[in-house]
C-alpha cells in the first residue's frame, strides 16, 4: 500500500512540476540566428571558407549538402525513417541555421522532436571547430 501510495504521489508531483518538460519528447525549434563567426586568428574568413567550413561539419556529422540558388546552402539528414532539413545562411560577420523542412519529427510549427535539436547543435558545434581553425 505505501508503494502505491508513494508512486502516485511522485507521478503527481513530477507531472505537476516543469521538471515533466524535460522528459518529454518535444522541444521548440533550435534555430541560430545572426550568431558570430568566430575565428581563432582573428581574420574574416571568405564566403567560401564558411561555406566549406559548413561543407565539412555537415558530411562529418551525416548531413548532405546543396546549394539553394539564392545565397544559402541547404542539409538534410536522414536517421531511420527521420528527415530533417535545415538552411544555413551568412554573411561576413554572422551565420544562421534555421529549420526548414522534416519528416517524422512531430512537428507543430513551434515545437519538434529534441532529437532534431541535438542534430542541430552537434553541427553547429562542428561547424564553430572548423571555423576556428581558420
Known sequence: MFKKVLAIALFIAISSSPAYALFGR?????NIVDAPIVTSSGKTPTSNQIEQAFTNAAHYKGWSVKPDGKGAL???IHVRRHYAEIAMTHTDSTYSITYRNSKVLLYDGKKIHRN???WVKLLDRKFRENLNKL
Open 26 to 30: 518535444k522541444q521548440p525549434v533550435y
Open 74 to 76: 541547404i542539409a538534410s
Open 116 to 118: 532534431y535539436n541535438k
